[in-house]
């Protein structure tokens, strides 16, 4: 078996396992009170998916335009359906949450950014990303004590995010001291064909633009609209928990988005976070007081929301796509037919 098809099978069994954890939550409910409260939410359920696409999106959109240099940088009204389409393809297609990051990248170049800047405006927005979250989780974990006064979870909570600074901040550095020629060199040497020597060139371009966009001030804007799209954010949570008659104040929406969003970052592996989440949402949940069954509640009408999102976000990537293997195949099929009519 091909490495890339031991990967693969990888991501689908932590697919099928999310899978298997997402039912047992849900089985192990009343469904009946599942269900009433599910159409209890109602018209809340259209605000929550208008509010996440007008709020966190918009957000994280302008998070990544202010990274782009003015001369290169692309409208923001595209960069805005790039983001929407790679949250789609992260959240819906079985690709351990980077597969959109990937996609973005290819739509910004594809849009005329210049493709050392696409690919190292996505690494740099994705990498201070995390930086972010780990502050928006610390922020959740005060609040989370501040409200039950429990501390149990607070050290595995702390240690792990602490990992997983490390690990960015070690990603970071990597990135700056030239990572990608690195990688590029060892590359070509391995296929020994001075056809792959052009890798190392494109490798070393790569890290010269990484590092001139950690070099400029935007990268503190960066983290200001990034931290400010995970604390608006929350706003939809506050509509849901309102929406089910619970107790919906801003420091629980706050604690519910953080920690559910750092539990399914720690399974990153799992697609779409598929059970993960769910877990998340019932086990706050239950730290807050919420009864089990409107915690579940909760985390179906979030995978509602991604659904109502994602399906249109996936479908216009695959237009995007056909479109542009259509032309493709248009332009070298009167490329032969030009060359046949010539000879």
């Known amino acids: 078996m091909k490495v ?7 991501v689908w069994l932590f697919g099928f396992a999310g899978a298997a954890l997402f039912i047992a939550i849900v089985i192990h409910q009343d469904l009946s009170k599942v269900g009433a409260a599910f159409a209890t939410a ?11 696409f007008l709020v966190p ?37 079985p690709s351990a949450a980077v597969g959109g990051d990937v996609v973005r990248a ?29 502050g928006f989780t610390l ?4 609040l989370l004590v501040g409200v039950t006064g429990q501390k149990n979870f607070v050290r595995p909570t702390l240690i792990g995010t602490l990992i997983g600074v490390i690990g960015v901040a070690g990603f970071y550095f990597v990135q700056r001291l030239g990572m990608f020629r690195f990688l590029a060199t060892i590359i ?24 001139a966009l950690y070099a400029r001030k935007a990268v503190i804007a960066c983290c200001a609209w990034t931290i400010l799209s995970l ?18 104040t801003v420091a629980n929406a706050l604690i519910l988005q953080s920690m559910v969003l750092t539990i399914r970052s720690a399974a990153f592996a799992v697609p779409s976070g598929l059970g993960v989440q769910e877990t998340g949402y019932y086990f706050v949940g239950q730290l807050l007081g919420i009864p089990d069954y409107l915690a579940v509640t909760l985390a179906l009408i979030a995978r509602v929301r991604e659904l109502a999102l ?9 237009i995007i796509e056909a479109r542009r293997l259509w032309r493709t195949r248009l332009a070298t099929n009167s490329g032969n037919a030009r060359v046949r009519a010539q000879s």
Request: aromatic share 8%.
């Open 4 to 10: 890339p098809g031991k990967i693969q099978l990888t």
């Open 188 to 211: 070509a040497r391995l296929a020994n064909s001075p056809e792959w020597q052009s890798l190392v060139q494109g490798g070393a371009t790569l890290d010269q633009t990484v590092r």
């Open 310 to 318: 994602g399906i249109p976000g996936v479908i216009c990537w695959q």
């Open 139 to 142: 922020l959740g974990v005060v």
């Open 231 to 248: 604390v608006l954010g929350s706003g939809e949570i506050w509509i849901a928990l309102h929406a089910l008659g619970l107790h919906a």
């Open 106 to 134: 290819r739509l910004a170049a594809i849009n005329g950014a210049p493709l050392p800047l696409a690919a190292g405006s996505v690494l740099v927005d994705l990498t201070l990303g995390v930086f972010t979250q780990a």
């Open 57 to 93: 999106v918009f957000l994280d959109a302008i998070a990544w335009w202010v990274l782009f240099p003015r001369p290169d940088r692309l409208p923001l009204r595209k960069l805005l359906w790039m983001r929407w389409i790679g949250e789609s393809v992260s959240t819906l297609v």
């Open 42 to 52: 109602g018209w809340a359920i259209v605000g929550i998916v208008a509010y996440h």
